[in-house]
């Protein structure tokens, strides 16, 4: 059963930096594309950035510069170190494969960018 897990996420003010990190199970880890994606209340699912699986990044525009993406293969993991925070980020973040297994979406972590 495939099965990823975020966490790390929090409410923060804006400017100031979070890391989210994602664990996955069953599946393949290293032989997969990454990708974080987000949601904010009524709005679609998007994907703000990718790692391909030896390393290559992409950013969504509104996060290049600020959001860097990582992963950990032997330890099935991906990270997203997110700097200079704005409310605009405010979302919930969830990792999965790029393109995205449809069925396997996890719980996600908040993250809330508020003074």
């Known amino acids: 059963q495939v099965q990823f897990v975020e966490s790390g996420g929090g409410l923060v003010q804006p400017g100031e930096s979070l890391r989210l990190s994602c664990a996955a199970s069953?599946?393949?880890?290293?032989?997969?594309?990454m990708g974080w994606y987000r949601q904010a209340p009524g709005k679609q699912r998007e994907l703000v950035a990718t790692?391909?699986?030896?390393?290559?990044?992409n950013y969504a525009d509104s996060v290049k510069g600020r959001f860097t993406i990582s992963r950990d293969n032997a330890k099935k993991t991906v990270s997203l170190q997110m700097n200079s925070l704005k409310p605009d980020d405010t979302a919930a973040y969830y990792c999965?494969?790029?393109?995205?297994?449809?069925?396997?979406w996890g719980q996600g972590t908040q993250v809330t960018v508020s003074s």
């Open positions: 999965n494969t790029v393109p995205p297994r449809s069925s396997d």
């Open positions: 069953g599946i393949i880890f290293s032989i997969y594309a």
């Open positions: 790692i391909t699986r030896v390393g290559n990044t």
